[in-house]
């Protein structure tokens, strides 16, 4: 028995990917794996991804680059943040491909590739209505495409743009940003018909076929999670990642009886709580405190008390069957009862990325 694991179903990943790709057609899927695969750790997922149908991969950073490009040496990998210059030689040489949306930055793109001494792949980022990275003037776009694609240096491989509505349910900017994007996409097909066009993520995916273009960047779905913050299973995908620990102590609460930091809980009634051993240093939010359900013996127990960084504790009621050692899932199944990420994001009014993501490095990640 381990004090706290996540349990990755890598079998879940392949099968999520091999339903975005069914969605997708003729179109590439690429798998995005970065922050560690959106907390579910970055190798297995890709690798999984790699056998449900994905053909291409991407991560945000440099770092990232570096760990997927050594171990997946042939697929295509595309870092997808800003880089600094110094991160420019880490990314190349870790063989990925760059977002370049400024004119200085492609130059710098360009000396750096003459130094390793190979051409250095490129996407040209347009920013079609995210407001983020990206060069927000289609002329500026097209004049960078070309440029690019006269450099001896650089390759042209893709034009890109990100879509900030794809998961609402209203898609007058969402349409708005395909359309302004249709236009870019078009004028660099008709010069360089090979260019891999692409804007789409996970909710676009399965929201809309015109987004679909030559490729894909799904995150979210491929871990299982559902991009519109609901229930997974509504979309035919399937959780990746269980969050689980154990009972290490059942103590007896009279009434009144406080658990945790600042006494944020006292037992109404003479009751039994189950202390289970991880906290926020594993990546369970404090905001938890008092706030959470947790499983144990398959049945939902109340978070009750302050999470501290070590522990969380649960209310077992006044007669219990719980024992030490019972298996604690915070997130997963057990039994018939099961905990969604989407569940705990709602309880913290973010999303199911961040609940995921802030699955901290204390806890390891094994598969299922
Ligand atoms: C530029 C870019 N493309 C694609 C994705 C994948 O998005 P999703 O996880 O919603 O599929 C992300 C994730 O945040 C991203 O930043």
Not at 29 to 56: E, F, I, P, S
Not at 75 to 94: N, Q
């Amino acid at each position: 028995m381990e004090r706290a694991v996540a349990r990755i179903d890598h079998d879940a990943v392949r099968a999520n990917c091999a339903r975005l790709k069914s969605e997708l057609g003729e179109a590439e899927l690429c798998a995005v794996v970065k922050a560690d695969g959106y907390g579910h750790g970055a190798d297995g997922c890709a690798n999984a991804a790699l056998a449900g149908g994905a053909t291409r991969l991407a991560v945000a950073t440099a770092v990232e680059a570096e760990q997927i490009g050594r171990r997946f040496q042939h697929v295509p990998l595309l870092t997808m943040g800003a880089l600094t210059a110094a991160e420019v030689d880490i990314a190349i040489s870790a063989g990925s491909e760059l977002a370049v949306w400024q004119d200085d930055f492609r130059r710098l793109v360009a000396d750096r590739a003459r130094a390793h001494g190979h051409r250095a792949r490129v996407h040209v980022k347009y920013d079609s209505g995210m407001g983020r990275l990206g060069n927000r003037d289609p002329a500026e776009v097209l004049a960078l495409v070309r440029a690019c694609a006269e450099d001896p240096k650089l390759e042209l491989v893709g034009v890109w743009t990100h879509l900030a509505t794809a998961d609402e349910l209203d898609s007058t900017y969402f349409d708005e940003q395909l359309d302004r994007f249709d236009e870019v996409a078009s004028a660099v097909k008709a010069e360089h018909p090979q260019v891999v066009v692409h804007a789409a993520n996970s909710a676009a995916v399965l929201r809309d076929p015109r987004s679909h273009h030559d490729m894909a960047r799904c995150g979210v779905a491929i871990y299982g999670m559902d991009p519109f913050q609901a229930d997974p299973a509504a979309q035919d995908l399937r959780p990746a990642l269980s969050l689980r620990s154990h009972v290490a102590d059942v103590k007896r609460f009279p009434a009144g009886a406080s658990a945790g930091y600042g006494r944020k809980w006292k037992a109404p009634v003479d009751t039994w709580v189950g202390v289970i051993p991880l906290g926020y240093g594993d990546g369970v939010r404090r905001a938890l405190t008092n706030n959470a359900d947790v499983l144990v013996g398959g049945e939902r127990r109340p978070l009750v008390g302050t999470v501290s960084m070590d522990n969380i504790t649960v209310d077992l009621g006044p007669e219990t069957e719980v024992r030490r050692g019972d298996e604690a899932v915070l997130i997963g199944r057990q039994g018939d009862e099961v905990i969604l990420a989407e569940e705990i994001a709602g309880r913290l009014e973010t999303i199911n990325y961040e609940v995921t993501c802030a699955i901290s490095p204390r806890v390891p990640r094994r598969p299922a």
